[in-house]
């Protein structure tokens, strides 16, 4: 079996997702490590002392550990989707969005960790990043610009976790747009292929090999 990079991740976590999104759509091959957050491997720790994915360990023993630092990695390998076009990764969007909306976000998510305010209240925090973003798909299909690129790649994945928290309220929720575009996302072939589930890693095995051959240049929404 070839020296392949690994990726420690976790299926669920937004971070995490980012990464996926950006190797499976580069097609870069990569040795997957699903591991379960609250019983962390030595493995993880002695890569990256921060212990939290997703971590990439390269070939020659460099460390990546930043979602969006992988997504630079992976697509500037290969870009198939030209997601690193115009301003990507260095985007205000994201900056908001790992800022002020993912403050609010956590609280809302987990209101009783944070008795001080209503879950409400919380939401109602964080709903100002979602109308900035309803609005901006008022004017446009996607955030970052007139093709989906590496923005949208790096909001959705929270966007899901916001619409999540309670689903009936966002099913009624005032933000259409926002909604048509995080559905586009979560039914995309790409989305499906980078969800799937693998067994938890164990110490002494490789991993599972990654992506699992979508369809490269695929469009978002066939």
């Known amino acids: 079996m070839p020296d392949l990079p690994i990726l420690y991740s976790f299926r669920r976590c937004p971070y995490a997702m980012r990464a996926r999104m950006a190797l499976a759509a580069s097609g870069v091959e990569v040795m997957l490590r699903e591991v379960l957050l609250k019983d962390k491997p030595s493995e993880l720790l002695a890569a990256s002392p921060k212990a939290t994915v997703p971590v990439l360990v390269l070939s020659d023993g460099q460390i990546i ?21 115009g301003k990507a990764l260095d985007s205000d969007w994201i900056s908001a969005c790992d800022g002020d909306f993912k403050h609010w976000l956590d609280r809302y998510k987990y209101a009783e960790r944070y008795p001080e305010h209503t879950a409400e209240g919380y939401r109602q925090n964080a709903e100002a990043f979602i109308q900035r973003l309803e609005n ?32 009936s ?27 799937a589930k693998y067994p938890r890693w164990e110490s002494g095995q490789p991993g599972e090999r990654f992506p699992p051959n979508p369809d490269r240049g695929a469009p978002i929404n066939p």
């Open 169 to 195: 309220w966002w099913q009624q929720a005032p933000y259409p747009k926002v909604s048509q575009w995080l559905e586009n996302w979560l039914n995309s072939a790409l989305f499906s292929a980078i969800m």
């Open 136 to 167: 901006q798909l008022s004017g446009s299909e996607w955030v970052g610009g007139d093709a989906a690129n590496a923005v949208d790649v790096a909001l959705f994945p929270f966007i899901r976790q916001f619409a999540g928290v309670e689903p």
């Open 65 to 85: 550990e930043e979602s969006l630092d992988v997504m630079q990695w992976a697509l500037e390998y290969r870009d198939p989707l030209n997601w690193l076009g």
